[in-house]
Structures are given as structure tokens and as C-alpha cells.
């Protein structure tokens, strides 16, 4: 009981995170990234660095993957995933990771139809907003883009993740 009790326990301070620090810093996968690593005490700056363009569908093109979704894959993926130094992967260890991708997929799915940043835009706004144009993104922002809807997407992607992980006993001790 006390092992679901903190499990959920990161779960919601991965949101509270996620939210904060979205609403703060911007950019959606490296908000969730960070909320992931400062949850469960796994911070790879390497990792944090690499994400930043995969912030609104990659590149703030809106077209691609959620940026927040992008991030929560790489970093359960940092936990279980193929390793370099065993490219080969005889024991199929990517195959877990992959599990992992597609519990989150469905998660996505169930609560916003879709993975794509612009999808779900449209879902939460009425519209795609391209958010490499400063008239786009300021119209956005009026919406509430930066201030709850990018913060909720990235909340919910990381105690997600945490959620995810504590289901399959992969949580850090």
C-alpha cells in the first residue's frame, strides 16, 4: 500500500512540475523532461539539452509529435532501452521501451485523440496555432497556450510517465 501511495505521490508532483515549469520556462519537452528528472532524481543534462527541439511538434512547427510526448518517451526510454554497447540487443530490451512509448500513445489518444502538436491544438483551441510566427504565437498566448493549455499537456504527459513507470516497477528506488 505504501509503494502505490508514493508512486502517486510522483505522479502528481511530476504534474505540478510539469505545470510550473512549462508556465515558466516554455518548451514543451524540455519542461517535461525536466519535471521527469527532478520527480524521480535522474537528471541527464545531456539528455535535457538534446530535447530542445523537439518542442512544439519539433522545431515549434506544430506538425510533428507533442513535444511533451517526444520527451516522456526519451526519458522512459533512458531507463529501459537499447544501449550502444549492446547494438545487437539479443536480450530485445528495446522491445520494453517500446511498450512503454505505446502505453503513452494511448494515454494521448484517450485524452486528446491524437499525438500531434497541431491536433492538439485543435482539440484544446479551436485551431492550430504555428508557433513559429510571432503573430501565431501571440495569438496563442491570448488563448491561454502558455499560461494552461501547453502547461496541462505537459503536466499530463509527465505524471503520465510516472504513472506508466510505477506500473511496471521501474521506478528508482
Known amino acids: 500500500m505504501e509503494k502505490a501511495k508514493d508512486s502517486k505521490e510522483l505522479a502528481e508532483k511530476a504534474y505540478s512540475l510539469g505545470w510550473e515549469y512549462q508556465k515558466t520556462y516554455r518548451g514543451c519537452s524540455q519542461t517535461a523532461l525536466a519535471a521527469l528528472q527532478d520527480t524521480l532524481g535522474l537528471r541527464n543534462d545531456d539528455i535535457f539539452k538534446a530535447a530542445t527541439g523537439l518542442s512544439g511538434g519539433g522545431g515549434i512547427s506544430i506538425d510533428g509529435s507533442c513535444g511533451a510526448y517526444a520527451a516522456a518517451i526519451l526519458f522512459m526510454s533512458s531507463i529501459v532501452g537499447r544501449e ?3 547494438f545487437e540487443d539479443a536480450p530485445r530490451v528495446r522491445f520494453q521501451s517500446f511498450e512503454l512509448a505505446r502505453k503513452l500513445h494511448d494515454r494521448f489518444i484517450s485524452e486528446y485523440g491524437t499525438i500531434i502538436c497541431r491536433d492538439i491544438h485543435r482539440k484544446l483551441v479551436g485551431r492550430g496555432y504555428y508557433l513559429g510566427d510571432p503573430d501565431e504565437m501571440k495569438k496563442f498566448d491570448d ?7 501547453a502547461p496541462g499537456v505537459v503536466a499530463n504527459a509527465a505524471r503520465w510517465t510516472v504513472e506508466i513507470l510505477a506500473e511496471k516497477g521501474l521506478l528508482p528506488k
Open 84 to 86: 550502444r554497447h549492446d
Open 143 to 149: 488563448l491561454g497556450g502558455h499560461e494552461t493549455v
